[in-house]
C-alpha cells in the first residue's frame, strides 16, 4: 500500500529541481496548496499508460523505471528516473493520459503536484516554463538516442550501449544493476531475456564485464564503447 502524508509535510525546499529556485514567495505557496506526498513501494508502480493523468510527480528519493508497453503486451524499458526529476510532465501541456508506465525499483518518495498549478507557474513565470523545457529536451535528445540504437545497431550494439548506459546510473554510489532483473535490462534493448542472458555470458568471457549473482560490474568500459560504435 501506499502512504500518503499530508500537504505540509512534503517540503518544498526539499525539492532538488532547478526550476523550483525561481518561483516565487506566491507560487510557491501554489505548489505547497496543490501537492501531497506519496510513498511507493519496490514494485508499485506511479503511473500507468493510458491512465488518466491529474498529476505530474516529482520523485524526492528513490528510483523509477520508465517503459511503455507495445501491441504485442511487451515492455520496452525507456529509461531510468532518480530523484530531482519529474514524471508525467506531458500532463501540464493538456495532455490527459500518461504516455508511458513507471514503476519503482525500490521504496520512492515522490510528490504528486496538480498539473492546473504545474500549467498556471509554465504561464506565469517564464524562468520555470525555461527550466522544465530544458527537462524535455534532455528526455527528448534520450529518447532518440534509444531509437536509433534499435533500428541500426545489431544484438551486440544494442545491449553495449545499455549496458554502458546503467552504467552511469548511480544510485547513492551504488551499482543500479542489483535494482534489475535480467529481463529488465533486455526490455531496455529490445531483446529477449534468453538472448541477453547469452550475450552478457560472452561479454563476461571476453574479459568486459564481471557477473555477480544480479549485479554486473563493467570492467573494459572502452571495448564496450566500441561494440557500441560499430553496431
Request: hydrophobic share 35%.
Given at each position: 500500500m501506499k502512504t500518503y502524508s499530508a500537504i505540509d509535510d512534503c517540503v518544498l525546499g526539499g525539492l532538488k529541481a532547478p526550476c523550483f529556485a525561481n518561483l516565487l514567495p506566491e507560487e510557491i505557496e501554489l505548489v505547497k496548496d496543490s501537492k501531497i506526498q506519496v510513498q511507493f513501494r519496490k514494485g508499485e508502480?506511479?503511473?500507468?499508460?493510458?491512465a488518466f493523468a491529474?498529476?505530474?510527480?516529482?520523485?524526492?528519493?528513490?528510483?523509477?523505471?520508465?517503459?511503455v508497453i507495445g501491441d504485442t503486451n511487451r515492455d520496452f524499458n525507456l529509461r531510468i528516473i532518480r530523484?530531482?526529476?519529474f514524471i508525467g510532465l506531458s500532463a501540464a501541456f493538456s495532455k490527459h493520459t500518461y504516455d508511458y508506465s513507471t514503476v519503482a525499483l525500490k521504496e520512492t518518495l515522490a510528490c504528486l503536484i496538480e498539473k492546473d498549478a504545474i500549467a498556471g507557474l509554465i504561464k506565469s513565470n517564464g524562468s520555470f516554463a525555461y527550466g522544465l523545457i530544458n527537462r524535455?529536451?534532455?528526455?527528448?535528445?534520450?529518447?532518440?538516442?534509444?531509437?536509433?540504437?534499435?533500428?541500426?545497431?545489431?544484438?551486440?550494439?544494442?545491449?553495449?550501449?545499455?549496458?554502458?548506459?546503467?552504467?552511469?546510473m548511480k544510485y547513492n554510489n551504488e551499482s543500479i544493476f542489483g535494482f534489475l532483473s535480467r529481463k529488465e535490462i533486455a526490455d531496455f534493448a529490445g531483446l529477449s531475456t534468453e538472448s541477453t542472458v547469452k550475450l552478457l555470458k560472452g561479454f563476461e568471457q571476453d574479459g568486459l564485464i564481471k557477473l555477480i549473482d544480479k549485479d554486473i560490474e563493467v570492467l573494459k568500459r572502452e571495448n564496450l564503447v566500441e561494440i557500441s560504435k560499430r553496431g
Open positions: 508502480s506511479l503511473t500507468k499508460q493510458g491529474s498529476s505530474v510527480l516529482f520523485v524526492v528519493e528513490g528510483l523509477v523505471r520508465q517503459y530523484s530531482g526529476e524535455y529536451y534532455e528526455n527528448d535528445s534520450s529518447l532518440y538516442d534509444t531509437i536509433r540504437s534499435m533500428m541500426y545497431k545489431q544484438m551486440h550494439g544494442r545491449l553495449a550501449d545499455v549496458l554502458l548506459y546503467l552504467d552511469t
